[in-house]
C-alpha cells in the first residue's frame, strides 16, 4: 500500500509528469517522456511524512546497523534531516562539490571514523552524482551500507555503475510500479507505457519520433 500511496502522490501533485508526445529537455540535451521533480514533495506536510517514514521503515527492516543518516545536496538535504529524526540518529549532509572556502568539505557535518551510514537521494538517474556522494563520505572515514532513493528512471548505466563501485541502492518506488499506477489512474496508456521503456533503454539516443 505504501507504494501505491507514493505513486499516487508523484502523480497527483506532479512530481513527476508524463508526456510521450512532447518530451522534456532535460540539461544534458537528453529527450525523455517522462520528467520527475521530487522538490515538490516537501511543499505538502502529509506526504513529506509518508516518504520519511517510508525511508525510516525502509532502514530499520534492511538495515537497523545504520548508525547515521547522509542526505545528499541539494534535493536530499531536507530528506536526510527529517528520516534522521524519526530515527534518532545524527545527520550529516554531501554538498555535489568541495566548498571553495574555509575547510573545503565535502561532508558537513561531524563523522565518525568507521560509523556506518545510509545515503539518502531524492532521485537516481544515471548514478553518477550518487556515486560522487558515496564516495565522498568513504573518504571522509564513514562506512557507506547502502543508499535509498524516492524513484529512479531504472537506467541500466546506473545499475552498472553501482555494481563497478561496489555499492548498493534501492528506491521507495520502481519506474514499473509507477508507470501501472499511472495507467490504473489513467494519466497514460499502455502503448505510452512501452514508449517510456523504449527511452529507458537508451535514453541518450532516444526520440519521440
Known amino acids: 500500500m505504501g507504494k501505491l500511496k507514493i505513486a499516487d502522490y508523484l502523480l497527483k501533485i ?26 515538490k514533495l516537501l511543499s505538502y506536510p502529509e506526504i513529506r511524512k ?23 545536496a541539494t534535493g536530499a538535504i531536507a530528506w536526510g534531516a527529517l528520516v534522521a529524526e524519526e530515527l534518532g540518529l545524527p545527520m ?14 565535502m561532508v558537513e557535518g561531524v563523522v565518525s571514523e568507521a560509523q556506518q551510514y545510509v545515503v539518502i537521494e531524492d532521485l537516481i538517474s544515471t548514478g553518477k552524482s ?12 564513514a562506512t557507506v551500507i547502502t543508499t535509498l532513493a524516492i524513484f ?8 552498472a555503475l553501482f555494481s563497478e563501485s561496489g555499492d548498493s541502492f534501492s528506491t521507495l518506488i520502481t519506474l514499473e510500479e509507477l508507470l501501472q499506477q499511472a495507467i490504473e489512474q489513467n494519466f497514460l496508456d499502455r502503448e ?7 527511452w529507458q533503454k537508451s535514453p541518450a539516443t532516444w526520440s519521440a519520433s
Request: aromatic share 12%.
Open 50 to 72: 509518508v516518504i520519511a517514514s517510508s525511508f525510516a521503515e525502509r532502514i530499520r527492516q534492511d538495515y537497523p546497523q545504520a548508525e547515521g543518516i547522509a542526505g545528499v
Open 130 to 141: 550518487s556515486l560522487k556522494a558515496v564516495k565522498a563520505l568513504k573518504e571522509s572515514g
Open 152 to 159: 529512479s528512471y531504472g537506467f541500466p548505466e546506473a545499475d
Open 192 to 198: 505510452q507505457k512501452a514508449t517510456i521503456f523504449d
Open 92 to 105: 550529516v549532509y554531501i554538498r555535489s562539490k568541495a566548498k571553495g572556502h574555509g575547510l573545503q568539505n
Open 14 to 39: 506532479k512530481a513527476v509528469s508524463i508526456n510521450p508526445k512532447d518530451p522534456y529537455t532535460w540539461s544534458s540535451g537528453w529527450n525523455s517522456p517522462i520528467y520527475c521533480d521530487n522538490r
